[in-house]
């Protein structure tokens, strides 16, 4: 870290969003369980950036879309201090990449949290990306590094009503999710067979 924010050992193009975000490194193979409560960070910058290409968040394959919108599973909140009720669930900001209609019952069932305590399952009209989130680095007046993680960095902060003494300087961000603000609600019935008419894996190779 310097005085002009956050990098890495020969960091490349590969390493920085088109916003400038500094994001982690992740290499190595895949192996054990997939984690649905701890979406690898990689994997959700690659689901979540392109509003025209949103990808499942099991399966990386394209989220089903059809006339309604994207689908999404969107978790209920726990209830805690860093994960309050919020009064226009489910019409929120997340961090939940969308899901294939295949994969959907599998990351419903398998997601510890949505099991506990429950979740919604609709088609999303409209998916803006609105921040990204991750870890600020900081000088400290003491001489050492001051961490703030959860820090949430807007893409346009004065939109959100922000006040310029709390805007997360993104130089000093190591991002780990981009946040999608979800409206345009339509609900879903994960049991509604006619859901899955044509249902496929979203990463099965085509011919």
Not at 46 to 70: E, F, I, K, W
Not at 85 to 90: E, F, K, L, N
Request: net charge neutral; charged share 25%; glycine share 10%.
């Amino acid at each position: 870290m310097s005085r002009d924010g956050l990098t890495y050992d020969g960091a490349g193009p590969a390493d920085r969003d088109p916003e400038g975000f500094l994001w982690p490194q992740v290499i190595g193979p895949e192996t054990g369980r997939y984690l649905y409560a701890d979406v690898n960070p990689v994997k959700q910058r690659l689901a979540m950036q392109s509003p025209h290409r949103l990808l499942c968040q099991v399966g990386m394959g394209p989220a089903t879309r059809t006339a309604t919108g994207v689908l999404w599973l969107v978790p209920k909140a726990t209830g805690t201090a860093q994960d309050p009720v919020h009064p226009r669930w489910p019409e929120i900001r997340t961090t939940e990449p969308p899901v294939c209609a295949f994969h959907a019952p599998y990351a419903a069932r398998d997601c510890k949290r949505m099991r506990r305590f429950g979740y919604g399952a609709f088609f999303v009209r409209k998916a803006e990306l609105v921040a990204v989130e991750g870890t600020v680095y900081r000088p400290s007046p003491a001489g050492g590094i001051e961490v703030f993680k959860g820090a949430v960095c807007e893409l346009d902060p004065f939109g959100e009503e922000e006040q310029p003494e709390s805007i997360v300087d993104p130089r000093f961000m190591l991002a780990r999710h981009l946040v999608r603000r979800l409206r345009g609600m339509t609900p879903v019935d994960l049991s509604d067979p006619e859901l899955y008419l044509n249902a496929v894996p979203c990463n099965q190779e085509e011919g």
